[in-house]
């Protein structure tokens, strides 16, 4: 599709009919999986032009006719960050093989040794383990706020550390996993724009992974990157493994250089059931969204639960409701709720489930529900897990796309076996 085209049709159609031409696959509607590693040159001296670029192309029509290796590049790759970026509004994606390669590509990136990490608390369990238990180890320092700080709060934190001055990179996640607590974009955003006066410019990171790319969109609060589980709603079906950033081009070329370096692109396969996905990833969101209304509001109102994190519940009026209107577009998906008890009640309604699935990962066409104080947080330290409130009574609840009477049914029958 040519680029005067493109500009006439919204992000939604493009994630369906974008970074893929037709024409140059036998008229084939659908990209074929480019199961090649190398890709020929017509003459050498076009292969010297080509590696002397690389695959810094700026276009999509110059990076599928600049393809050398499929380690630097492949037009599966190309179609699914292509489609990502739309739907994020982006200017430019990349994807990986899984989540955690995405995060810790971006991170290794910006920080070197010497360098200070701020980072937003709880975070995922991988993500804490990474900065707090490997970073460190290469001297990279790590400070961490959390929902109840204000601006100030925060900039006294970063200004206080002895590395102030190496701050590379904010990093924050919202809705947190498993809690769901908030952090506020724009308030972000305004430690960043004050700490310019101290001569100080982090990258502004994101994890998107429980909204993204449909319901929230923290480029247009004014971050640089998003991270994602792209394993999670991107993916949606519980059949890959991926990750993915987005954000600004010159930041992007940066971190496709190291993961480069480092290998760990999306393969054919995995970018190619990527680009499939995309396709469908609103309609998914959408109804998932719409059968976790349902869900979190018969379990506000169960006796056996103490209480429900989801931010369709959040209190008018109150701030984390106030940047819930902000910033998100639909409450989502992700649930968490305390049982009455501990962990043995938990184990209990976990193992009574019929049709709901105990398994970790999120996002999919199936409900899955996890325990995330001994499965997915439970390699952060326990005094982190429990100020965040991630307790032996937490379940967390990832809503498909099932018939919401039958999940309620599920619930409810799991509920009263406590």
């Known amino acids: 599709m040519k680029k005067e085209l493109e500009d006439q049709f919204s992000a939604e159609t493009l994630s369906i009919i974008g970074g893929h031409d037709p024409s140059k696959a036998l008229n084939s509607i659908k990209p074929p999986i480019f199961q090649t590693s190398t890709f020929k040159f017509n003459t050498a001296e076009e292969g010297k032009a080509f590696f002397n670029k690389q695959v810094d192309a700026s276009s999509l029509e110059e990076r599928n006719n600049s393809l050398i290796y499929t380690r630097l590049n492949h037009p599966n790759l190309v179609a699914a960050e292509y489609r ?68 100030e709060d925060i900039l006294q934190k970063i200004l206080d550390h002895p590395r102030a001055q190496q701050l590379k990179m904010i990093y924050v996640e919202t809705p947190a996993n498993p809690t769901l607590s908030l952090i506020d974009f724009d308030t972000v955003v305004k430690v960043k724009t004050e700490l310019a006066n101290e001569g100080i410019a982090p990258v502004l990171a994101a994890d998107n992974t429980y909204l993204g790319p449909i319901f929230q969109h923290p480029l247009a609060h004014g971050f640089d990157i998003i991270h994602y589980s792209a ?31 480092l290998g760990c ?21 959408e109804k998932q969204a719409s059968n976790a209304k349902q869900v979190a509001e018969f379990l506000n109102h169960h006796p056996k639960v103490n209480k429900v994190y989801f ?47 105990l398994a970790i990962s999120l996002g999919s066409t199936e409900t899955l529900a996890s325990h995330p104080y001994t499965m997915s947080s439970s390699n952060m330290a326990e005094a982190d897990r429990l100020k965040n409130h991630i307790t032996p009574s937490l379940i967390r609840i990832s809503v498909g796309i099932e018939n919401p009477e039958d999940l309620i049914k599920d619930l409810g029958q799991a509920l009263d076996s406590l």
């Open 311 to 357: 931010t369709g519940l959040l209190k008018e009026g109150s701030h984390s409701h106030e940047i819930f209107k902000k910033q998100q577009k639909s409450a989502g998906a992700m649930m968490a709720f305390d049982v009455v008890g501990g962990e043995k009640e938990a184990f209990t309604f976990l193992n009574s489930l019929q049709l709901i699935h």
């Open 231 to 261: 394993t999670k709603y991107i993916g949606g079906h519980s059949d890959l493994i991926a990750g993915a950033c987005s954000g600004k081009m010159d930041l992007l070329e940066e971190i496709k250089k190291m993961r480069t370096y």
């Open 84 to 151: 990502l970026a739309k739907l994020d509004g982006a200017e430019d994606s990349a994807f990986f093989e899984s989540g955690m390669a995405a995060i810790t590509t971006s991170i290794l990136t910006f920080c070197k040794a010497g360098d200070l990490i701020a980072l937003s608390s709880p975070l995922y369990g991988g993500t804490d383990k990474f900065v707090k238990g490997i970073l460190t180890t290469y001297d990279v320092q790590y400070l961490e706020f959390d929902s109840s700080h204000s601006k």
């Open 265 to 285: 692109m999306a393969s054919p396969h995995t970018s190619w059931l990527l680009t499939r996905s995309l396709e469908t990833v609103g309609l998914r969101m």
